[in-house]
């Protein structure tokens, strides 16, 4: 069965730092999402990308993050200067268009990010 | 901005028994409505959905009810068993993004043999 992939599972950085988060999206899906969840509280959307920009962002999507489909499989979340409140679990999902309106979205395992 | 809101951080019950998790929301826009299921170092998996042109939806032992007057919705799971034991999110979307979903912050459900 088709999954999506997420690397690396477990990410610590310093304070300041760059970081790349990685996914692999189900292959014939078409939208893409990225979504964080701070230790003990709800997960919440960050960004959802089709055809290669952003369709909608919250406002924690601020300008220190920024989302790229840099080939036909993969798709990066980067964080340009990583702060303390960024130590969370992010998860990437994909989504099929198919013939309803809402699409069902598929998670990946997620990436623990530690911020040091 | 607790737009979706689960009060139920934990649920214990026993194998066999009726396990029914909770969710509220605020935003009377929201128009579909999704269960999660999440194992500790997994994804969350979904389980279930329902439309608001609905107020039941049923698959196997799990079932969803939808109030929109009381903008309450409820995962009832029958009969329990220990592999249902996870954290379940409730999510909701409204008619403006499709693909915007807005999560409680979950209940972990306790199966117990």
């Known amino acids: 069965e088709p999954e999506v992939t997420q690397t690396p599972s477990h990410q610590v950085t310093q304070m300041g730092q760059e970081v790349i988060l990685r996914c692999v999206p189900i292959s014939n899906h078409l939208y893409f999402y990225w979504y964080r969840q701070i230790l003990g509280q709800k997960v919440e959307f960050l960004v959802s990308f089709y055809n290669n920009e952003i369709s909608e962002k919250s406002e924690i999507f601020d300008d220190q993050f920024s989302v790229e489909r840099p080939d036909g499989s993969n798709f990066t979340l980067k964080i340009r200067s990583t702060k303390l409140e960024d130590s969370a679990m992010y998860f990437c999902?994909?989504?099929?268009?198919?013939?309803?309106?809402?699409?069902?979205?598929?998670f990946g395992p997620g990436t623990r990010l530690t911020v040091l | 901005d607790q737009q979706v809101k689960q009060n139920s951080p934990s649920l214990s019950v026993q194998e066999g028994r009726i396990s029914i998790l909770n969710c509220d929301y605020t935003n009377s826009m929201f128009d579909y409505f999704l269960w999660y299921k999440k194992y500790p170092a997994e994804g969350p998996t979904f389980l279930i959905s329902?439309?608001?042109?609905?107020d039941k939806n049923e698959d196997g032992r799990f079932t969803v009810f939808l109030n929109k007057s009381a903008k309450h919705l409820s995962l009832h799971i029958v009969p329990s068993q220990p592999g249902d034991s996870a954290v379940y999110f409730c999510?909701?979307?409204?008619?403006?993004?499709?693909?915007?979903?807005?999560f409680g912050s979950g209940t972990k459900l306790n199966v117990k043999p």
């Open positions: 999510a909701a979307s409204d008619g403006s993004n499709f693909n915007k979903f807005y």
């Open positions: 329902i439309s608001s042109i609905k």
């Open positions: 999902a994909s989504s099929d268009p198919g013939e309803g309106r809402y699409n069902e979205q598929f």
